[in-house]
C-alpha cells in the first residue's frame, strides 16, 4: 500500500519507518530541508514541502494514496489547515494526530473519523492498523506476540467460537467479545455501549459487528486476517 506522511518529527518519522519496514511505499513530507535529508534513506521518499501552501501540495499525488496522515504535533493550527486540504482534495482516508481535546473536537467537526493520540507506542500501534486493515487496536508483549483488537472477519460471521477453530488453524487464543449494544442511558435517550463479554462459552455465537480480542504471533494474526 502507499501512504503519505505529513511531518516527520519523532512520531511521523518513527510511522513512516515502521510502514516502509512492513514493505508499503511511504512519501515523507517537512518543512524542513534537514529533516528531509535525514530519512531520505529510510523511507521510499521524502519532499520538502509547505504543506499549508494551496498549490505547493498539488504536486503530492494524493489520490493515489491509500491514507494520508498528519502527524504535525508541534502546531495545532497547522495541522488544521493541511486536513483542510487534504479534504478539498477529497483524500479518501485521513487519519489526524491529536495533542488536545480541543484540536480533535475541530476535526470531529470537519467528519475526520481517525485519530491516533501522542503516547510512545502509538506510532507503532497505528503502522500495525494500516499494515493489517481490519486492526483497531494492538499491544505488542516481548519477542513477536500482540494483543490484537481486530473486526471479526465476514466467513466467520454466524459461528461458534468452538467452531472457529482459531487455536487449531492460526496459533491464535480468543480472549474475548467486543459486541456493541444499544440500551437507553439515564436520561431514557437509546446510546450505543462497548460491551466486553468476559469468559466466552465454545457455544458462543459470533455476530455481524463484532470485535475480537485475540493473543498470538504477528505473523498468525497476519494469516487470520488475509
Given at each position: 500500500?502507499k501512504?503519505?506522511?505529513?511531518g516527520?518529527?519523532?512520531?511521523?518519522?518513527?510511522?513512516?519507518?515502521?510502514?516502509v519496514?512492513?514493505?508499503?511505499?511511504?512519501?515523507?513530507?517537512?518543512h524542513?530541508?534537514?529533516?528531509?535529508?535525514?530519512?531520505?534513506?529510510?523511507?521510499?521518499?521524502?519532499?520538502?514541502?509547505?504543506?499549508?501552501?494551496?498549490?505547493?501540495i498539488?504536486?503530492?499525488?494524493?489520490?493515489?494514496?491509500?491514507?494520508?496522515i498528519?502527524?504535525i504535533?508541534e502546531?495545532?493550527?497547522i495541522?488544521?489547515?493541511?486536513?483542510?486540504?487534504?479534504?478539498?482534495?477529497n483524500?479518501?482516508?485521513?487519519?489526524?494526530r491529536?495533542?488536545s481535546?480541543?484540536?480533535?473536537?475541530?476535526y470531529?467537526?470537519?467528519?475526520?473519523?481517525?485519530?491516533?493520540?501522542?503516547?510512545?507506542?502509538?506510532?507503532?500501534?497505528?503502522?500495525?492498523?494500516?499494515?493489517?486493515?481490519?486492526?483497531l487496536?494492538?499491544?505488542?508483549?516481548?519477542?513477536?506476540?500482540?494483543?490484537?483488537?481486530?473486526?471479526?472477519?465476514?466467513?466467520?460471521?454466524?459461528?461458534?467460537?468452538?467452531?472457529?477453530?482459531?487455536?487449531?488453524?492460526?496459533?491464535?487464543?480468543?480472549?474475548?467479545?467486543?459486541?456493541?449494544?444499544?440500551?437507553?442511558?439515564?436520561?431514557?435517550?437509546?446510546?450505543?455501549?462497548?460491551?466486553?463479554l468476559?469468559?466466552?462459552?465454545?457455544?458462543?455465537?459470533?455476530?455481524?459487528?463484532?470485535?475480537?480480542?485475540?493473543?498470538?504471533?504477528?505473523?498468525?494474526?497476519?494469516?487470520?486476517?488475509?
Amino acid at each position: 500500500m502507499k501512504f503519505i506522511v505529513f511531518g516527520l518529527g519523532s512520531f511521523g518519522s518513527s510511522l513512516s519507518v515502521q510502514l516502509v519496514n512492513l514493505g508499503h511505499e511511504v512519501i515523507g513530507v517537512d518543512h524542513k530541508v534537514e529533516l528531509v535529508e535525514k530519512y531520505q534513506k529510510t523511507i521510499t521518499h521524502t519532499i520538502a514541502l509547505d504543506a499549508t501552501n494551496a498549490e505547493a501540495i498539488k504536486q503530492l499525488p494524493l489520490n493515489e494514496v491509500d491514507a494520508a496522515i498528519i502527524g504535525i504535533g508541534e502546531n495545532e493550527g497547522i495541522s488544521i489547515m493541511v486536513t483542510a486540504l487534504l479534504i478539498q482534495h477529497n483524500v479518501k482516508r485521513i487519519i489526524c494526530r491529536v495533542t488536545s481535546p480541543l484540536q480533535q473536537v475541530v476535526y470531529e467537526a470537519m467528519n475526520i473519523e481517525e485519530f491516533v493520540y501522542p503516547e510512545a507506542s502509538s506510532a507503532e500501534r497505528l503502522a500495525m492498523r494500516l499494515d493489517m486493515p481490519g486492526i483497531l487496536n494492538s499491544f505488542r508483549f516481548r519477542n513477536d506476540y500482540r494483543m490484537i483488537e481486530v473486526k471479526v472477519p465476514e466467513r466467520y460471521v454466524g459461528k461458534t467460537v468452538e467452531s472457529m477453530k482459531l487455536n487449531e488453524k492460526y496459533k491464535l487464543i480468543l480472549i474475548t467479545i467486543v459486541r456493541d449494544t444499544v440500551r437507553k442511558n439515564i436520561f431514557g435517550k437509546e446510546t450505543l455501549y462497548h460491551d466486553v463479554l468476559g469468559y466466552i462459552d465454545p457455544q458462543t455465537q459470533v455476530l455481524p459487528g463484532d470485535n475480537l480480542l485475540l493473543f498470538g504471533t504477528q505473523n498468525d494474526i497476519k494469516s487470520f486476517i488475509d
